[in-house]
């Protein structure tokens, strides 16, 4: 079992910084495929960004190229989520999760636990 807790999370203006994280429990994860995904109200849960056991291997949706960056601290079982330039739209509850059999996957159906979000509203 892997427990995630995600943190970071707020309301903030649009150009905006926030930086989540999410710790991980119960399992070493450094190995995993780690993925960030976000739910905006009414629409479905949708990728945003992923990583591979190595920083040379991250993922992102085309939306957030440019202005997201993901990382991972492996000896603190962590991942982060940079947020620059942060827009309305990004509004969302945003989740980590793990994909334990993996190594990239874009499909929350692939991801196997999950944390328990933390809301970002950017307000105009």
């Known amino acids: 079992q892997v427990q995630l807790v995600e943190s970071g999370g707020g309301s903030v203006q649009a150009g905006d910084s926030l930086r989540l994280s999410c710790a991980a429990s119960g399992r070493t994860v450094s190995s995993y495929f780690m993925g960030w995904f976000r739910q905006a109200p009414g629409k479905e849960r949708e990728f945003v960004a992923g990583i591979g056991w190595s920083e040379d291997n991250t993922y992102y949706a085309d939306s957030v190229k440019g202005r997201f960056t993901i990382s991972r601290d492996n000896a603190k079982n962590t991942v982060y989520l940079q947020m620059h330039s942060l827009k309305p739209e990004d509004t969302a509850v945003y989740y980590c999760?793990?994909?334990?059999?993996?190594?990239?996957?874009?499909?929350?159906?692939?991801?196997?636990?999950w944390g328990q979000g933390t809301q970002v509203t950017v307000s105009s």
């Open positions: 999760a793990v994909s334990i059999y993996y190594s990239i996957s874009y499909y929350a159906t692939d991801y196997n636990y």
